[in-house]
């Protein structure tokens, strides 16, 4: 399966962007779905997962109660609803899919896209 992740930009302090994952080549509903960040100088690190029915979720602490994951299967979508965007949240945005079902924080995907990058001005 091939992703495409879209929807960053340039925003600021405390304002919202939604990002896009769409797969090619295979449905999206077979896989975990997960979304990662990494800012220049850092490690990657985990933003939250979806299991493949959309019933199980997974958020980081630093995102919780901001940042909405969804898909739509009908779609191949998975999304990342993002508000209260802070200066911290700045990273290029990946999202990555795995037929491993468990919803963890675990970075192990088998399929990854290509970034999509996310700036916060303050």
């Known amino acids: 399966v091939q992703l495409q992740a879209s929807g960053g930009g340039l925003v600021q302090a405390g304002g919202s962007l939604r990002l896009s994952c769409v797969a090619s080549g295979r449905t999206i509903s077979s896989y975990l779905v997960g979304w990662f960040r990494q800012a220049p100088g850092k490690k990657r690190e985990f933003v939250a997962a979806?299991?493949?029915?959309?019933?199980?979720?997974l958020y980081a602490d630093s995102v919780k109660g901001r940042f909405t994951i969804s898909r739509d299967n009908t779609k191949n979508t998975v999304s990342l609803q993002m508000s209260g965007l802070k200066p911290d949240d700045a990273a290029t945005y990946y999202c990555a899919a795995r037929d491993r079902h468990i919803v963890d924080r675990s970075p192990t995907y088998d399929y990854w896209g290509q970034g999509t990058q996310v700036t916060v001005s303050s």
């Open positions: 979806v299991s493949w029915s959309g019933y199980h979720i």
